[in-house]
């Protein structure tokens, strides 16, 4: 089945403390995206990724990290989280930017204390 | 920079009565504009896409025509169910590889 996988679906953690989120998917796609989304705001741009070892910022950058390192995967990393991060992210891919759909993962739940 | 500017939400309708969600857009050059859909829980899903001027997507029922001239791509549906209860969210994208979303609205179609 053609999918985006996101892991973990739920996190509580404490500020400071460093974690990843994964984000893969099996469409062999060469664009992938990490959104966060937030009442009020919508779906907001974090980085995004052209192929494999290149990367750019999205909207709202400050405080990830992210790196491409093989097609399948798009890990997402908050070195040292804080609450404004609090947040739902949805990683997604498509086969090309332009006039393609994205295929969205399940979302991941993150709330910093 | 490129912008979605969607009507607020949420909007609460009787079943069978027809939708609009109005969305207007700003962007250099020629954007491909999306309606995605979100139900509780969930991620997003493609609804419908337009990649040029004049085209109308269409799916579900739901359509939505790509108009240049007002910089709109309004979302419509003559009979809505109760199974349309959902997040709808237009989007943009041009040739900057950046994807941008409006701020979504709620929809709620009541029995």
């Known amino acids: 089945e053609a999918q985006v996988t996101q892991n973990p679906r739920y996190l509580i953690t404490v500020t400071g403390k460093k974690l990843t989120v994964t984000c893969s998917q099996n469409?062999?796609?060469?664009?992938m995206s990490w959104y966060r989304q937030d009442p009020g705001l919508g779906l907001r741009q974090i980085y995004y990724s052209m192929n494999v070892e290149v990367t750019d910022k999205g909207d709202v950058p400050e405080g990830y990290k992210v790196s491409r390192k093989e097609k399948r995967n798009f890990p997402l990393i908050l070195e040292s989280p804080s609450p404004n991060q609090t947040s739902l992210y949805f990683c997604?891919?498509?086969?090309?930017?332009?006039?393609?759909?994205?295929?969205f993962g399940p979302g991941t739940r993150l709330t910093v204390l | 920079g490129d912008s979605v500017t969607q009507m607020e939400g949420p909007v609460t309708l009787s079943e069978e009565a027809f939708l609009t969600i109005n969305c207007t857009y700003t962007a250099t050059g020629y954007p491909s504009l999306f309606w995605y859909v979100q139900y509780p829980g969930e991620g997003l899903q493609l609804l419908l896409k337009a990649t040029k001027a004049d085209d109308k997507g269409s799916n579900k029922g739901f359509e939505a025509t790509y108009r240049k001239e007002t910089t709109s791509f309004h979302l419509e549906k003559g009979s809505v169910q109760v199974s349309d209860s959902a997040v709808y969210f237009c989007a943009l994208t041009s040739g900057t590889y950046k994807y941008i979303f409006g701020t979504g609205t709620r929809l709620k179609v009541l029995a």
């Open positions: 469409m062999n796609h060469e664009y």
């Open positions: 997604a891919s498509s086969l090309m930017v332009a006039y393609n759909e994205q295929f």
